[in-house]
C-alpha cells in the first residue's frame, strides 16, 4: 500500500523503502493503531513523530506509552500530521537524513544493515522502548522475508 511513498523516501533518503515499510509497519501495529486526530480522522503520522517546538505543521494530540525511568508510562503528546501518508514518508526521511542525530542509523540504512539501523535509531532516541531495536529489526527481517516470498 505504501510502497509507492517509500520508494521516493528512499530516493531522498538512501533508507531501504523496506526498512521505512517495516518500521512504519511496527508503529502503527500493522496499520491497526494510527495516530488520530481530535476528530477521528487519521494524522496520516506512520512513524510515532512527536511535534517538538520546531514543528509548524498541524499536530496530533494522543496519550501514549511512554518508557521513563524504567517504568511505562501514560503521557499525554503532540505528534506531527499530515495530509497524507506520502508526506509522512517524505517527512521521516528528511528527519533521519538532515539530523546529525540520526547518522548512524541513516549510514546503516545505506549500508542495508537492518540491525545498525535499528540500534542507531534507538542510541539516537527515537524511541523510549528499551526494546525498540530488537523488536525493529525483527519486523524489518520478516517484512524482508515477506517480500522475497512475494517476488
Not at 503528546?77 to 501518508?85: L, V
Not at 540520526?102 to 526494546?131: E, I, R, V
Request: a positive charge; hydrophobic letters at 40%; proline letters at 3%.
Amino acid at each position: 500500500v505504501h510502497q509507492q511513498s517509500a520508494l521516493g523516501a528512499q530516493a531522498q533518503s538512501g533508507i531501504p523503502a523496506s526498512f521505512m515499510v517495516a518500521q512504519a509497519a511496527h508503529e502503527s501495529g500493522w496499520g491497526r493503531h494510527e495516530i488520530r486526530n481530535a476528530d477521528g480522522s487519521s494524522s496520516h503520522n506512520l512513524f510515532g513523530i512527536k511535534a517538538g517546538a520546531g514543528w509548524k505543521g498541524a499536530v496530533a494530540q494522543v496519550t501514549t506509552t511512554e518508557v521513563i525511568d524504567g517504568q511505562p508510562r501514560k503521557v499525554v503528546a503532540k505528534f506531527r500530521a499530515y495530509a497524507s501518508h506520502a508526506e509522512s514518508f517524505n517527512d521521516y526521511a528528511r528527519l533521519i537524513k538532515d539530523s546529525p542525530r540520526y547518522s548512524q542509523a541513516l549510514a546503516s540504512a545505506n549500508a542495508g544493515s537492518a540491525k545498525g539501523f535499528s540500534q542507531g535509531l534507538q542510541s539516537a532516541g527515537y524511541a523510549t522502548d528499551p526494546a525498540y531495536a530488537d523488536k525493529l529489526t525483527r519486523v524489518i527481517n520478516t517484512t524482508l522475508r515477506l517480500q522475497r516470498v512475494v517476488t
